[in-house]
Structures are given as C-alpha cells and as structure tokens.
C-alpha cells in the first residue's frame, strides 16, 4: 500500500467521505462533533468544481448528521446506506425503524440499561456505544452478534467503540453503488475516504468499480492510500479544491 493518495481529476473522479474521525475528529459524545468551518468550505468548493460529485457516507441517521453540516448541500448517505439524499433534494420525514430491526430492540435496550450504554435508533441500525469503557468491547459486540444471528434479515456491524445490529444488506459499498447508477456520480471513479471499520466495505466496492480507498489513521486497512488525520485529509483536500485544472 502506497501511504500519500495521488491527485485525482475532478472532472472523472467521485468523492465518498466518512464524517466522523474523517471530517471530523473523534469526541467522546457523538452529538458533540464539528467539522472544522474551512473543511465544509473545502467541501463546499470541491461539490462545485466536481458538479456535485461528493458525498458524506455516514453510519448516522441522516437526521442526526445533518444539523452537524451547516447547509453544506451535497449528497448524504445515512445509516449505512439505508438513507439516502441526492444533492438539492428537500429533507422529507425521518423514516420509520425498519421493521426487521423491531424485533431486536427490547433486548437491545434491556442491554443499554443494565450497562449504562448509550443507545442509538436509527432507521436502518440499533447501536451501542461503549466509548470510554472498553471493558465492555467483547461483551457488547457478542450480544450484538448473537441479536443480529437471532432475527431474520440482520446483520452485526462493529466500529470504533461502537456494534450495530443493521439490515442484511445495506452497507457503506451499497451506498456508493447507489450513488453511482445515478447522476452527478454516474461514469465517474469512486474515491472513499474513511477511518472505521465500517468504512472497509466501501474501499472494497470503491476498488471493484474502478476508484480506490483512502484510509484515515493507521489501522489495518484494505484501501490503497492512506492519511494519518484528520487535518491531513483537510490539507489533501484543500490542495484538490484550490489545484490549478490542467
């Protein structure tokens, strides 16, 4: 794996970026990440130089990662690719819990009282957050494995302090898929950048439709690029909207 991610072209390249520990550092409470004002202005610039080809691949609710993008105007996938919102179209109502996933919540939530774990419901996911108690890591993500093995059409997916119980499915991979069969993405090569393990399936799909992934950080990874932080994205990407074309 080479370490520093080429230059890409904005006319014939897509980007897919993460949000949180990729936009925006790591915090100790989700609900209190910010992207730094110049990188949304970055964003703002890129979305226009690549005709609206970028997008924030988000393992939150979109109605969650919205409030945290300030306007910004550009494609968002929320809750691993179970909702998706195309550049310019309005926010409609928060979609309902996605009925496999019903089954699964009391037990869940019966889990987050008992461990005082912090309980997220989204529309395509139930997750568990167990940030700053890491003892709780391999207890957490076998009750969340055995809840997902338990219902129909479920899945575990697990993250940095994080397991989910999430649709079979959905995923970050599907989310570019969808992005790409439909303008301003379509014909473009996909470039995902991201820090999490969850990010790992849109690398895989970025690199199986032609793009390639980026990696935050220096975690075991299967993009082929990497940058050490959140400030080196910044900078990569600030260079990419202020490039001279040519």
């Known amino acids: 794996m080479t370490d520093h991610p080429p230059t890409i072209d904005p006319a014939r390249h897509a ?35 690549m005709d ?77 957050h167990y940030r700053g108690m890491p003892h709780l890591e391999d207890m957490v993500r076998d009750e969340v494995r055995e809840t997902a093995e338990a219902h129909a059409g479920l899945k575990p997916m697990h993250g940095n302090m994080v397991s989910e119980v999430v649709l079979d499915g959905v995923g970050k991979g599907a989310a570019l898929r969808t992005f790409l069969s439909h303008a301003p993405f379509a014909g473009r090569r ?3 950048i991201g820090d999490d393990v969850t990010d790992e399936d849109g690398f895989r799909a970025a690199h199986a439709l032609g793009g390639f992934g980026i990696k935050i950080g220096v975690a075991e990874t299967e993009a082929a690029f990497r940058l050490g932080d959140v400030p080196a994205l910044a900078d990569w990407l600030s260079a990419l909207a202020t490039r001279s074309p040519g």
Do not use: C, Y
Not at 62 to 80: F, I, K, N
Not at 109 to 122: D, G, I, P, Y
């Open 15 to 49: 980007l897919f970026l993460d949000f949180d520990g990729t936009l925006a550092p790591i915090v100790a409470r989700p609900e209190d990440a910010r992207m730094p004002p110049q990188t949304r202005a970055t964003l703002g610039a890129l979305a226009r130089r």
């Open 190 to 192: 996909p470039v995902m």
């Open 52 to 128: 609206g080809a970028v997008a924030i691949v988000s393992g939150r609710a979109l109605a969650d990662l919205e409030p945290l993008l300030d306007g910004l105007d550009v494609a968002l996938s929320g809750s691993h690719g179970h909702e998706i919102r195309m550049p310019g179209e309005e926010t409609g109502e928060v979609p309902p819990l996605a009925e496999p996933l019903r089954a699964a919540l009391g037990h869940l939530e019966s889990l987050a009282r008992s461990q005082n774990l912090r309980l997220e419901v989204k529309p395509g996911a139930i997750t568990l």
